[in-house]
């Protein structure tokens, strides 16, 4: 059976494009607004506070780690003392290469592993639509163990730095995700994925695309009721099945258009359409342009020199 967790993580193609070690102390405050990067945060020792797009605030302690998978508007700051709002603490480059904030003469409580990665697929947005706003793990061992490989490979100047952290990376986000199924609130994948039911109808998708499913086929491997089925994948996902099934299938005909290893009759074919006319209709209505100029598009970036 397919496995659609780590078919979604191998497909955003995740890279570690910054990660640093933040030592802190006293009252601090920084604030940021990016640009849909996922964001992540170890701490590493001591406690402090996370605030996402929200009036609530989320305590961190000892070995909790946090994901953001496209983080907007956030703030990191104290927990003890608190730091006021509006506060901005200027961070401090180290000769070390840590970064420092607050009080810099005295002994740091707080250390945090902070890093953003970037997702190089370009249909990004779809799959990360797929996953909850932000994920929290409490003191879950094998994370900080990855944390702490990231953090020593970030720090370091070995030959394939960059090469390791990507593939950190890629394990640090299955991890992460997979620890917090159970718990997290928000709807997506690993919601679903964590219910054994609709699991069992997720597995079903991956491993056969080009199957004509109905919700009644899906609700059978589930073994639920159509209606309960029906109610049960929205709640847990966000969406409904056959919404679903759509938006991986176009998910998998970008990436075979991608990588130009299939005509587009044989993608058409692979993903359930029965015929290329068919397929050219979705395709267009979902991406905004037919997968023939799409190919051509992404063939022509492929080739583009990085200093054009």
């Known amino acids: 059976m397919s496995d659609p967790l780590a078919e979604m ?37 001591g406690q402090c506070k996370l605030d996402v797009d929200g009036p609530d605030s989320i305590d961190l302690g000892d070995g909790d780690f ?11 700051s104290s927990r003890t003392p608190p730091a006021p709002d509006g506060l901005q603490t200027q961070p401090v480059l180290q000769p070390d290469a840590t970064v420092r904030l607050g009080q810099a003469a005295d002994e740091p409580d707080v250390r945090l592993l902070i890093g953003y990665c970037h997702f190089g697929a370009p249909d990004a947005e779809l799959l990360i639509s797929l996953l909850p706003d932000f994920f929290v793990v409490r003191k879950e061992r094998r994370l900080e163990n990855l944390a702490k490989l990231v953090r020593d490979e970030a720090l370091s100047e070995r030959p394939a ?44 998708i991956h491993d056969a695309p080009q199957t004509a499913w109905t919700v ?51 993608i058409a074919e692979k993903i359930g359409y029965g015929s290329t006319s068919a397929f050219s209709v979705a395709f267009s209505r979902r991406v905004g342009q037919p997968p023939a100029r799409f190919a051509h598009q992404q063939l022509e970036q492929a080739n583009r020199l990085p200093f054009t």
């Open 9 to 45: 993580i191998a497909l955003l193609q995740p890279s570690a494009r910054h990660s640093k070690q933040v030592n802190a102390s006293g009252v601090w405050r920084v604030q940021r607004s990016e640009v849909g990067q996922a964001f992540y945060c170890m701490v590493l020792a």
């Open 66 to 76: 946090v994901l953001i998978p496209a983080a907007y508007d956030f703030a990191m």
């Open 161 to 204: 730095r960059d090469v390791v952290l990507d593939h950190l990376l890629q394990v640090l986000l299955i991890e992460t995700v997979r620890s917090a199924g159970e718990t997290s609130d928000g709807k997506g994948l690993v919601k679903g994925l964590s219910d054994p039911k609709i699991a069992r109808a997720l597995r079903q």
């Open 216 to 266: 009644a086929d899906l609700a059978r491997a589930a073994g639920m009721s159509r209606s309960a089925f029906f109610t049960k994948f929205n709640r847990k996902l966000g969406l409904a099945p056959m919404e679903y099934i759509l938006n991986w299938r176009i998910t998998l005909a970008k990436s075979m258009l991608r990588q130009r290893q299939y005509s587009i009759a044989e």
